[in-house]
């Protein structure tokens, strides 16, 4: 797995499994897609507010609303049993979040934020797509490589936003480089391909039968994994326009 909120949601029923539903009221596919659905109006809500006050607000409150949305990423994966109002008020501050930056950089790079939003949207159906023809699939090893792959990223990310605030590739950190677009590129293959992962683990909930509850976590995955494919990309498009 390389989503960790998904990931706590087979880990811990796969375990439990006996062949049998774990619930009286199983988790289903239609559930899932409702929350992601519902979790999606509060993240563009919040997109749209951020957005739309980020000139005023400034780049202190968009770290403010990053971090205040890692710790509510964090209570999401490890809280138990899971609230679903917390994992609306990570898809509202990390939409303010992805408001401020995304007019930030549109107002540099015009058009930018659209472009993002398309490739992440193109992005997600395609492998939907994919993934319900049976076309691409995750298995172990596959599943092993990405998690490796994606915290190895994760690391790199972390090194490169702490670097940016030493004036490092001009505060692009890492990204600011030679191997900038590089590195920009292979966030955006492991963010687009994460979502393999995402729906086999969906549709493993579905089959091991989990509490209706985990729909909420499982929708926050999702939300999750498209965020990080949208700023991934933003990131990417900001440094083509900016060569």
Do not use: C
Request: avoid cysteine; hydrophobic fraction near 55%.
């Amino acid at each position: 797995m390389s989503n960790p909120a998904i990931d706590r949601v087979i880990g811990e029923y796969a375990m439990q499994s006996q062949g049998a539903p774990l619930s009286t009221k199983p988790v289903t596919l239609d559930l899932v897609v409702q929350r992601t659905v519902i979790s999606g109006m509060v993240l563009g809500i919040g997109v749209m507010s951020g957005w739309f006050m980020g000139v005023s607000w400034g780049a202190g409150m968009a770290i403010l609303f990053a971090l205040t949305g890692m710790g509510l990423a964090f209570a999401n994966i490890f809280m138990k049993p899971i609230r679903p109002i917390l994992v609306l008020a990570y898809a509202l501050v990390q939409g303010l979040f992805v408001g401020v930056l995304s007019n930030s950089l549109n107002s540099i790079y015009p058009g930018i934020a659209q472009q993002a939003l398309l490739g992440a949207s193109v992005a997600f159906g395609t492998m939907l797509v994919l993934y319900s023809m049976r076309i691409v699939r995750g298995g172990a090893k596959f599943m092993r490589i990405l998690f490796i792959s994606t915290i190895s990223y994760g690391v790199f990310a972390l090194i490169s936003f702490i670097s940016s605030f030493f004036g490092v590739g001009d505060g692009w950190g890492l990204y600011g480089g030679s191997f900038g677009l590089l590195f920009a590129g292979i966030g955006v293959v492991l963010a687009t391909i994460s979502f393999i992962a995402d729906f086999s683990a969906i549709e493993d909930a579905v089959t091991l039968g989990v509490d209706e509850r985990e729909s909420w976590r499982l929708a926050f995955g999702l939300m999750v994994t498209f965020i990080w494919l949208y700023v991934e990309l933003l990131r990417l498009l900001a440094i083509l326009n900016r060569r």
